[in-house]
């Protein structure tokens, strides 16, 4: 395991006993920009499941998209180099830092999933989730689902890639929290599942749309 990976565990188990589930990202980016430990999720090439998502679906839509907790933004610079308007947020400060510095002419900002600017309600047509939620312990997830389901606008898509629960270990046993079918299902409750795909990884690769006229909020 990475020294960030073993880091990245113990703030988490901080974070939770401590009351505050979601605020190791920010420890855990900052010790990496003050060079402690590296730098956590740095790659410069989209996830595959994205790319390979673009290149066979993508082409079909076109609009505006966001990325939910983009960290250090290569998903976000794949979406805006595929055309798309592009937007990406992450809940850490240093993190989207880092990101300008890689990307300054991409459309990045801090932002929570539980408390996110009212303007975006709705407003895409593409959200991508990939391994943010399966961060969080159970009990926090449905809150930052929510949010992640008011940003896609009517007739838009949800893509979420998340770690698959295989059977071996517990789905309580993480950061990162294996996903059960379950809890896939429940990431798109209000909205219509497109697609759910077991994987490599074990991942899952889910698709859902909003056929209604009303963002979930």
């Known amino acids: 395991m990475s020294d960030w990976g073993r880091r990245a ?37 989209p996830h595959p499941e994205l790319a390979h998502w673009a290149a ?14 983009c960290g250090l933004a290569a998903d976000v610079a794949f979406l805006a180099a595929q055309g798309w308007t592009t937007t990406g947020f992450d809940l850490s400060p240093s993190a989207i830092a880092e990101a300008r510095r890689r990307h300054p002419a991409l459309d990045l900002h801090v932002a929570d999933l539980t408390d996110l600017p009212r303007e975006w309600a709705g407003a895409f047509d593409l959200v991508v989730e990939i391994f943010t939620l399966q961060a969080v312990e159970a009990r926090v997830r449905p809150t930052l689902a929510t949010g992640v389901r008011s940003l896609l606008a ?19 046993d993480g950061p990162p929290f294996a996903q059960t079918r379950d809890a896939m299902l429940a990431l798109g409750q209000g909205l219509r599942l497109v697609s759910l795909d077991e994987v490599p990884g074990p991942l899952w690769v889910a698709e859902y749309t909003r056929d209604g006229d009303a963002p979930d909020r």
């Open 56 to 69: 066979t679906r993508g082409p079909t839509l076109a609009g505006r998209a966001v990325v939910v907790g």
């Open 154 to 172: 009517p007739g838009g898509r949800l893509l979420a890639i998340q770690y698959r629960h295989d059977g071996s270990g517990s789905p309580q």
């Open 9 to 45: 565990g113990e703030l988490s188990d901080e974070a939770i006993a401590a009351g505050e589930p979601t605020a190791w990202f920010e420890r855990l980016y900052a010790e990496a920009s003050s060079g402690t430990i590296g730098m956590p999720w740095s790659r410069t090439d």
